[in-house]
């Protein structure tokens, strides 16, 4: 199945002023993740998808494929159905959204999203890294529970699975896991994704996922062990993206 990756990046961050163009490495944020998600050969294209054209220039500049898209959409997923519905990338039967501001993401996340969905399992595709209880508290680490057969039962920021009884802390812990921000879906599901009206649970929670998820489209969670570094959102975020550039240039590694 042909497979495009799409990362949507917008210029206006609030917590981040001009976010996609901040540098690590000397190069934007926004063509550092562009080169990461080339470098996976996991889709077979890739494209940017921005309502600025300074971030259009810059991937081009890189030598990358950025795609002018409305800067009305309220998520990622409806940047990315709008690129999917252009004459140029209908040949793509699944997209996959791939955030930002992740210049580091796992590539076993991007691949195991995919999977699921080019598998058959499930129509919609994401990912999760095994982690421990210390994640509970923080609200901006958003966790997912997921039913036996890997499909999604609820996102939230919140500590889930709760400990109702502390006898049961030893099983909470084989559950607990940490979302990471990567969506693959089929065309058919993305496009019923985009059409569903924004719900008071996204909206509660500020995550889009909850959407088709309120709504009953089945969204399957791919499992990996590599906990993701995490996204650039704020100036220690991006001082701590560019060590990790450094430390890993000198390794002579990839990112």
């Known amino acids: 199945m042909k497979t495009l990756a799409v990362i949507p990046a917008r210029l206006g961050a609030s917590r981040l002023p001009r976010k996609p163009l901040r540098l690590i490495g000397g190069a934007p944020l926004v063509v550092r993740v562009w080169e990461r998600v080339t470098d996976l050969n996991v889709a077979d294209d890739v494209v940017v998808a921005t309502d600025s054209e300074e971030i259009a220039s810059a991937v081009r500049a890189a030598g990358g ?73 923080l609200p901006h680490v958003v966790k997912v529970v997921s039913a036996d057969d890997g499909r999604a039962l609820y996102f939230s920021r919140a500590p889930i699975p709760w400990l109702r009884d502390h006898a049961d802390a030893a099983a909470r812990s084989a559950f607990i896991r940490q979302h990471i921000g990567v969506y693959a879906y089929t065309r058919a599901a993305l496009a019923a994704w985009v059409a569903l009206p924004q719900h008071p649970l996204e909206r509660i929670e500020r995550l889009e996922q909850l959407r088709p998820l309120a709504a009953g489209l089945a969204m399957g969670v791919a499992t990996v062990r590599e906990v ?23 390794l002579g590694r990839d990112a």
């Open 65 to 137: 494929q950025a795609a002018m898209t409305s800067p009305a959409h309220p998520s990622g997923t409806d940047r990315v159905a709008e690129v999917a519905a252009h004459p140029a990338f209908s040949r793509f039967e699944v997209l996959v959204n791939v955030q930002g501001d992740e210049p580091f993401v796992p590539e076993d996340a991007v691949r195991g999203a995919v999977d699921v969905v080019t598998s058959g399992r499930f129509p919609l595709g994401t990912a999760a890294a095994i982690a421990t209880e210390e994640i509970l508290a």
């Open 228 to 250: 993701p570094a995490g996204g650039v959102d704020t100036e220690e975020d991006l001082a701590r993206a560019n060590a990790r550039w450094t430390e890993l240039s000198a």
